[in-house]
């Protein structure tokens, strides 16, 4: 067990839909990154916060937003959901230092029909 | 950019094999090297990590060498068992807020 905990594990919505994703850290790791993994793509980053505030952005769609809460959890929220955001998406959460590595949780996994 | 390039899998292996999984990278700076493992089903555990030259990271039988010189961090097993049939990711992090940057993956098959 990780310690980190993500909600829903599975969730199957319709395209247009907009759904979101819950994570809650380890406790006392103050930030979160967001990852998306798919056969094609593999591991791809999202974005990161720290401690509230947004730190860094990857390969997020403007369709998809997130946000960390004062009591350190966060949501992935994706709208306007197209067949090709099917994926598995993880939160990992870390003291945020290059060399502690992070720590992820069991993952949501989306389908979009 | 940064980088992480993995050797493609699958890699199916007997019960009691030597195990390498090949990682390069390509990055700026010093960064810190880790690997990871799925297993079905699950999240990634993060298996073992380095963060500097000539540093070895080692955990569960698993062994990995921060190779500056030649810019790897090859992944190694002596014995590997049924359980540690997975897909394993090397990544590496560079910047000082811990993000990291996969590779594509390796699924590892043991079988009996």
């Known amino acids: 067990d990780s310690g980190v905990t993500q909600t829903p594990k599975h969730l199957i919505t319709a395209t247009g839909q907009r759904v979101t994703l819950r994570c809650s850290p380890r406790?006392?790791?103050?930030?979160v990154y967001w990852y998306q993994q798919s056969l094609d793509q593999g591991l791809q980053f999202l974005i990161q916060?720290?401690?509230?505030?947004?730190?860094a952005k990857g390969n997020i769609l403007e369709r998809f937003s997130a946000q960390q809460f004062p009591d350190l959890h966060s949501e992935l929220n994706l709208s306007s959901l197209e067949l090709g955001d099917s994926a598995l998406y993880f939160c990992?959460?870390?003291?945020?230092?290059?060399?502690?590595?992070?720590?992820f949780g069991q993952g949501t996994r989306l389908t979009v029909v | 950019g940064n980088s992480v390039t993995q050797m493609e899998g699958p890699v199916t292996l007997s019960e009691e094999a030597f195990l390498t999984i090949n990682c390069t990278y390509t990055?700026?700076?010093?960064?810190?090297l880790f690997w990871y493992v799925q297993y079905p089903g699950e999240g990634l555990q993060l298996l073992l990590k380095?963060?500097?030259?000539?540093d070895k990271g080692s955990n569960k039988g698993f062994e990995a060498t921060y190779r500056k010189e030649t810019t790897s961090f090859h992944l190694e097993k002596g014995s590997v068992q049924v359980s540690d049939s997975a897909v394993y990711f090397c990544?590496?992090?560079?910047?000082?807020?811990?993000?990291?940057?996969f590779g594509a993956g390796t699924q590892v098959v043991v079988t009996p």
């Open positions: 380095a963060t500097k030259a000539d």
């Open positions: 990544a590496l992090a560079t910047d000082s807020w811990g993000k990291l940057q």
């Open positions: 406790s006392g790791d103050l930030s």
């Open positions: 916060y720290y401690n509230g505030e947004e730190r």
């Open positions: 990055a700026t700076g010093y960064p810190s």
């Open positions: 990992a959460s870390s003291v945020a230092q290059a060399g502690a590595g992070a720590f």
